[in-house]
Nanobody
Framework: QAQLVESGGGLVQAGGSLRLSCAASGLTFSSYGMGWFRQAPGKEREFVSAISWTGTSKYYGNSVKGRFTTSRDNSKNTVYLQMNSLKPEDTAVYYC?????????????????WGRGTQVTVSS
């Protein structure tokens, strides 16, 4: 059974950085596009990023473009989200998901697998 486990969340001051990791098991990781989503209290889930199975294609939500970078290491079955210049509005639970082949407007199929999420809190 596929399992996605996020780590790396925490409390950081505005302007700081965090690196999230998502370790996958039970699926052929190198064949899956991977994605990150986030959900803040009282808000809908929001697309953050997606990376193709080769790592050559990457997509970002408008609110994180230029600040967040996604990458993957297929030898470690892990996808990453480097978050820089964090803002209080980035505070949310961040979820890893698969398969994700692009932003919702491009990829109309919902992910089959979700992690349990990791909390990111950015203080002002």
């Amino acid at each position: 059974q596929a399992q996605l486990v996020e780590s790396g969340g925490g409390l950081v001051q505005a302007g700081g950085s965090l690196r999230l990791s998502c370790a996958a098991s039970g699926l052929t990781f190198s064949s899956y596009g991977m994605g990150w989503f986030r959900q803040a209290p009282g808000k809908e889930r929001e697309f953050v990023s997606a990376i193709s199975w080769t790592g050559t294609s990457k997509y970002y939500g408008n609110s994180v473009k230029g600040r967040f970078t996604t990458s993957r290491d297929n030898s470690k079955n892990t996808v990453y989200l480097q978050m820089n210049s964090l803002k209080p509005e980035d505070t949310a639970v961040y979820y890893c998901a698969a398969p994700v082949n692009g932003p919702p407007g491009l990829d109309t199929n919902p992910p089959n697998y979700w992690g349990r999420g990791t909390q990111v809190t950015v203080s002002s």
